[in-house]
């Protein structure tokens, strides 16, 4: 059964970092794209990341970019998000999700497997 | 940039009931890259349609998509009362894109 556990949600100042860890299990980690989308309190969902299986290829919003750093460790099924630069509009539950096929961010295809969340609220 | 745009806001419907739902794009969806989520509150979204049409697996047959290009439906046949949710359709592929969610909810 694939599960996805994410930690490291909390609350931080404006200008603040945090990073967000996702565990995956009951998959073969290497061999799927992985994103982090992200849902604001009431409002919609968001796509904020994606880093392809095994090239290591990266990819982010606008909103993001510049602030935000995906990465992988295959080795320990691990999924990471440092983000840096953190303004109120980034307060929302943060979620790991694991795409449907294949290692390819552009032809991994939607999301078929979705951690629980982890909150992240960023105020004063 | 592509927009996703969809409608209705809300749709008041009775158990029973046929739910049509609609989701536009500003421009041609690439490849039918087009998915359907539901979301439930308190609960993290759940693939139901991905490819315009392809039921996701375990998905029950009275949801089902259609379309191309730059519209497309979701459908659920008879509403039952555990589908009174949120769904967003979503554009994949190198620049995810949601659109903003029709609300499904009970007459």
């Known amino acids: 059964e694939v599960q996805l556990l994410e930690s490291g949600g909390g609350l931080v100042q404006p200008g603040g970092s945090l990073r967000l860890s996702c565990a995956g299990s009951?998959?073969?980690?290497?061999?799927?794209?992985m994103s982090w989308v992200r849902q604001a309190p009431g409002k919609g969902l968001e796509w904020v990341s994606g880093i392809s299986g095994t090239s290591g290829n990266t990819y982010y919003a606008d909103s993001v970019k510049g602030r935000f750093t995906i990465s992988r460790d295959n080795s320990k099924n691990t999924l990471d998000l440092q983000m840096n630069s953190l303004r109120a509009e980034d307060t929302a539950v943060y979620y790991c999700c694991h795409h449907i096929w294949g290692p390819g961010f552009r032809g991994a295809g939607p999301w078929d497997y979705w951690g629980q969340g982890t909150l992240v609220t960023v105020s004063s | 940039e592509i927009v996703l745009t969809q409608s209705p806001g809300t749709l008041s419907l009775s158990p029973g009931e046929r739910a049509t739902l609609s989701c536009r794009a500003s421009?041609?969806?690439?490849?039918?890259?087009l998915a359907w989520y539901q979301q439930k509150p308190g609960q993290a979204p759940r693939l139901l349609i991905y490819g315009a049409s392809t039921r996701a697996t375990g998905i029950p047959d009275r949801f089902s998509g259609g379309g191309s290009g730059t519209d497309f439906t979701l459908t659920i046949s008879r509403l039952e009362p555990e589908d009174f949710a949120v769904y967003y359709c979503?554009?994949?592929?190198?620049?995810?894109?949601f659109g903003g969610g029709t609300k499904v909810e009970i007459k």
């Open positions: 421009q041609s969806v690439t490849s039918s890259f």
């Open positions: 009951g998959f073969t980690f290497s061999n799927y794209a």
């Open positions: 979503q554009q994949y592929g190198s620049s995810p894109l």
